[in-house]
């Protein structure tokens, strides 16, 4: 088989001109060959064409050994080698009987109507095979692709730290004596749980869910990630399968393919994404039974209904053809080619949209054992019903204040964590160059599903941003709530309150419902 050459600009030029020249030879050889099965010829590409559509091989070609009755008709046609300038420094030629030039013709010049002619014959075959690859050198590129999905993995690299065994969410947990949070087979276990409305609050609607909120951030980072890669991978499959059946049908035109050759070379084999494999990669495989990632399974669940099958195979044989069948047969293979593209950005689209749907589910804490989060911690008011004035008696109180500042601490360095995420995360700029790409090679847009992409990758970011500013703001409400149980007095109390009552207001809503 002829050799793929690379997707670069040399190459499909490269790969465009070897076609074209062997579709000029082919049709040349097949006019040739309509006239007597043992043709009067000589040529190549490379060393011009001498030959006749009027006779056999076996006809005497010397002028005196020629028939009268056949001088006339006995014609041959002398043709100059196919250039790469689309210029010949010689015309072609028709000669008579004794070699004498008759007529002469450009073959790079305007064709001069269907059926063999010398007149812009090679323009013909060359302007078509140009024709038929315009704009498939201009596809994406897989590895501005895979470079961007990089950058948004390096990212986020913080919520892996954050959950990691032995990381800042494992202190937050052990201080506050959450069950469960030690995964150690010799570890005692961490200390017995504070009693208290504001540790209690704090304890069940911020510390246990907040694992499950963690990982299903950084599952929808993954997935922003994720998607970038599967993109860049069907690009490769794409860019990959136009020069494989540029090459295919080169090595067809030259003889050398039969009925058997298909177009196997450039099978659709894409891997947008994988879900197997996501959360575990994150790391936090250590977080509590109690966490169902409700959020994660239902989107997967969704996801796996709607998405359509991954493999596509361009099916379309190459025989031994004629030049004009084989042109005709490209085209049908390209359009398979852009079709697969379409297929695949639109269940990329479609698996983004579940997922940014999925992203505005109201969080859930009900039952309590239970724990169920989406992609979002509660809202602030649950800081203000953790008001120590709300508290029934001394009795149920039991802190360990030492503990409970080191959890508010803990909140607080989390919350920083999260938000060198999301600061790294929103300084990479969105930009649909890498994703645009002309209207003939198909897509669901010039620019593919950038703008729900985009969508996604802001909402982590959001999402990202608010939930550190809760973290922080808790933070810094478990160190008041410290000193108001610790010394009982009014004006710590006091600055409780209104530090509860003023973070109530300063964590912003949702930004907008997710889309219809």
């Given at each position: 088989m002829?050799?793929r ?19 000029i ?27 006749a559509l009027?006779?056999?091989?076996d ?20 043709l ?6 689309r210029?010949s ?31 812009g ?10 024709e038929?690859f315009?704009d498939?050198d ?12 990089r ?11 954050v959950t990691?065994h032995?990381?800042l ?5 052990w ?23 504001a540790?209690e609050a704090?304890?069940t ?7 499950g909120?963690l990982?299903q951030q950084?599952?929808l980072?993954?997935?922003v ?5 599967g993109l860049g ?9 136009v020069?494989d ?7 067809v035109l030259r003889g050398q393919?039969?009925?058997e ?10 891997t947008i994404?994988s879900?197997?494999g996501?959360v575990?990669s ?7 039974a109690?966490?169902?990632l ?16 991954l ?8 025989s ?10 490209i085209?049908?293979?390209l359009q398979e080619?852009?079709n697969y593209i ?6 990329a ?5 579940i997922?940014?749907g ?11 054992d ?15 019903a953790?008001d ?13 204040f030492?503990?409970l500042?080191?959890?508010g601490g ?6 920083d ?7 790294s ?7 649909n ?9 198909g897509g669901v847009?010039?620019d593919?599903p950038f703008?729900?992409w ?13 939930t550190?500013?809760e973290?922080?703001?808790a933070g ?9 149980l610790?010394?009982a007095?009014?004006?710590a109390?006091?600055?409780l309150r209104?530090h ?7 964590r912003?809503p949702d ?6």
């Amino acid at each position: 088989m002829t050799g793929r050459h690379p997707y670069t600009p040399e190459g499909f030029d490269a790969m465009t001109w070897e076609l074209a020249c062997a579709a000029i030879d082919r049709a040349i050889k097949d006019a040739v060959r309509a006239a007597t099965s043992d043709p009067c010829f000589h040529g190549s590409p490379e060393q011009g064409y001498w030959f006749a559509l009027d006779h056999a091989r076996d006809v005497p070609h010397q002028p005196d050994l020629v028939p009268e009755d056949l001088r006339p008709a006995m014609v041959h046609y002398r043709l100059p080698p196919v250039t790469r300038a689309r210029a010949s420094t010689t015309p072609a030629v028709v000669e008579d009987y004794r070699g004498d030039p008759v007529h002469t013709f450009d073959p790079w010049g305007a064709p001069s109507g269907a059926g063999f002619h010398p007149q812009g014959f090679y323009a013909r075959w060359a302007d078509a095979i140009e024709e038929a690859f315009t704009d498939w050198d201009r596809l994406p590129d897989e590895r501005d692709f895979w470079a961007a999905a990089r950058e948004q993995r390096d990212a986020v690299r913080a919520l892996a730290e954050v959950t990691e065994h032995a990381g800042l969410l494992f202190d937050l947990q052990w201080s506050l004596g959450v069950p469960g949070s030690s995964v150690h087979p010799d570890s005692a276990g961490p200390p017995p749980p504070m009693t208290g409305r504001a540790v209690e609050a704090l304890t069940t609607r911020y510390v246990i869910p907040l694992e499950g909120t963690l990982v299903q951030q950084a599952w929808l980072a993954e997935l922003v990630a994720a998607e970038l890669d599967g993109l860049g991978d069907m690009w490769q499959c794409a860019r990959r399968g136009v020069m494989d059946l540029g090459a295919l049908a080169t090595q067809v035109l030259r003889g050398q393919g039969t009925v058997e050759d298909r177009l196997d070379a450039i099978s659709m084999w894409s891997t947008i994404l994988s879900f197997v494999g996501l959360v575990p990669s994150l790391g936090p495989a250590a977080g509590l039974a109690s966490v169902a990632l409700l959020g994660v399974q239902g989107a997967l669940e969704d996801m796996a209904e709607k998405r359509f099958p991954l493999e596509k195979e361009i099916s379309v044989a190459l025989s031994e053809a004629s030049s004009s069948t084989i042109v005709h047969k490209i085209h049908a293979a390209l359009q398979e080619v852009r079709n697969y593209i379409t297929l695949e950005e639109g269940t990329a689209q479609g698996t983004i949209d579940i997922a940014l749907g999925w992203s505005y589910q109201e969080p859930l804490i009900d039952p309590p054992d239970s724990y169920r989060t989406t992609f979002n911690l509660p809202g602030p008011e649950v800081v203000a019903a953790s008001d120590p004035a709300e508290f029934v008696g001394p009795d149920e109180v039991a802190v360990d204040f030492p503990r409970l500042r080191r959890a508010g601490g803990h909140l607080s360095a989390i919350g920083d964590r999260v938000g060198d995420a999301a600061a790294s995360w929103t300084a990479l700029p969105p930009d649909n160059a890498i994703w645009l790409r002309p209207d003939r090679v198909g897509g669901v847009g010039r620019d593919g599903p950038f703008d729900a992409w985009k969508a996604l990758r802001d909402r982590v970011g959001w999402l990202l941003s608010d939930t550190s500013g809760e973290l922080i703001d808790a933070g810094d409400h478990v160190a008041l709530a410290a000193n108001a149980l610790e010394s009982a007095d009014d004006e710590a109390r006091a600055e409780l309150r209104q530090h509860a009552e003023a973070v109530a207001d300063v964590r912003s809503p949702d930004p907008a419902e997710p889309p219809p």
